[in-house]
């Protein structure tokens, strides 16, 4: 594959996954700034710190794959360049390091603003960024990737950032960042279905390779029923504002990603577990569930300071 240094780069970090990242912090913000508590320096600095995090992740991922076997010529989704021969595996590691590095130093700042939790939460974080495809006890490896993303890129991502500006921990924010676990995992379900094959024949146990194609399908639409239930129990249970429906177009852009989806469901029903659908077809519903992502993320966080203007009568 000829490409630029720059361009291997690009596709090193996988910028279609920065969601998982970024939507958190969004949310977040815009809780933090509907409660009066908003910092531009410290939510900046968040957004930096899990977008670094995040790429740190994605560089693990394509380096301890590779070695693990995880990574073949008979990859589905998009090209992985360690084993694409792109770039060296060394210096896909040591992106990782300096990836991991930058987001140290941001966390230095944030932990001068917030205080110990930050340190506990950055490290913690970081470790778990290697541990995910790394490490003798890979969670990936070992069905516990989906565990991984719903915690780090949900629950500690959104309720962090909150604390970052704030210095008080927001149930809001927690109840927020459940919706957004939720639909970070639905994104790694997408890339688990589309991969069960290839990955039970690498001895990567998701929870896709364990329990089949009808599973992964029904764990899919049980992530994004959890994500929309969020907004509604934050509107009818902890008085938020009618306008964080708004992360419902969130799941309106997952409904091509699910008839692509069912697609491959009735191909399973009709042709046997591992049925007659191309499973390449998953890589655009990835990346609309990625979409989707962004857009709730958004939705939660611009609703909820919108709201706090006081229209609809909402405080």
Known sequence: MDVTRTQAWILAIRPRTLSAGAAPVVAASGFAAADGVFAQLPALAALAGALL???????????????????????????????????????VFRGMVVSLALATLTGVYLASVAGWPVVVIGLVSMLMAICYTGGPY???????????????????????TYYVQAQVWSAGAIVAGA?????????????????????????KRTLAVRFGDRFTVVQYFACLTGAAAVPVLGFTLMGWSPW????????????????????????????????????????????????????????????????????????
């Open 138 to 160: 890979p969670l990936s490896y070992n069905g516990l990737g989906d565990v991984f993303v719903f915690v780090f890129f949900g629950l500690v991502a959104t309720a962090s």
């Open 53 to 91: 995090i995040q790429i740190g992740t994605n560089l693990a991922n394509d380096y301890y794959d590779f070695f693990k076997g995880g990574d073949t010529g008979e990859r589905l989704g998009p090209v992985r360049v360690t084993q694409a021969g792109i770039l060296a595996p060394g210096e």
């Open 179 to 203: 919706g957004l676990g939720a639909f970070s995992t639905a994104m790694l379900v997408v890339n688990n279905l589309r991969d069960r094959e290839t990955d039970g024949a690498a001895g």
């Open 244 to 315: 964080t429906y708004l992360s419902l177009f969130g799941l309106v852009a997952c409904v091509p990603a699910a008839s692509r989806i069912l697609a491959l469901w009735a191909a399973t029903r009709e042709g046997g577990e591992h049925g007659t659908l191309d499973r390449r077809t998953l890589n655009p519903a990835l990346a609309m569930t990625a979409r989707g992502l962004a857009l709730y993320g958004a939705g939660l966080g611009v609703g909820a300071f919108v709201g706090s203007m006081g229209l609809f009568g909402a405080s």
